[in-house]
């Protein structure tokens, strides 16, 4: 009985020292470790008053509809007011669809861009014999489309 009992103990602790020994974390010294990542900024809300300006990232400019909205995008602040369809910088932009055929035509009018207020008052407005329902006029006439009348077009 008593070899019984030191046998069983034995075999106890060579089962616990294995375990112990599949659970050791292996330090690797002093070597490079990467840096933890950055935490992400913060979702910045911003207000939809329309003071349009001109944001600018590397070569892109865009207009927002006011500065936070740009700033909260990643665009630094070129001026007030919408950017210039030909680009804000020397040498940038170019003009929109200028990889389309026919952009280059003397009789075709630049189109400015347009940011519209996000105001519901729905209109109807047909283009190519079709008619949609645009949010506000401003939306349908930024698309080309021409006003019918007030409200849906049901």
Not at 38 to 67: I, K, L, W
């Amino acid at each position: 009985m008593k070899f019984r009992n030191v046998f069983l103990a034995g075999a106890a602790m060579l089962l616990s020292s294995g375990l112990l020994t599949a659970c050791v974390v292996v330090d690797e010294g002093p070597g490079h470790r990467p840096p933890p990542p950055r935490p992400r900024p913060p979702a910045q809300a911003c207000t939809m008053e329309y003071a349009p300006v001109c944001g600018v990232r590397g070569s892109d400019s865009r207009t927002f509809g006011n500065s936070c909205q740009a700033r909260s995008n990643g665009y630094r602040i070129s001026h007030q007011g919408a950017c210039r369809s030909g680009g804000d910088r020397p040498g940038g932009g170019g003009r929109p669809g200028a990889d389309r055929p026919g952009w280059d035509r003397p009789d075709r009018p630049e189109r400015p861009t347009r940011a519209c207020t996000r105001e519901y008052a729905p209109v109807c407005a047909s283009s190519r014999g079709q008619l949609r329902t645009f949010p506000n006029a401003c939306e349908a006439r930024a698309a080309d489309w021409r006003i019918v009348r007030s409200g849906s077009c049901r």
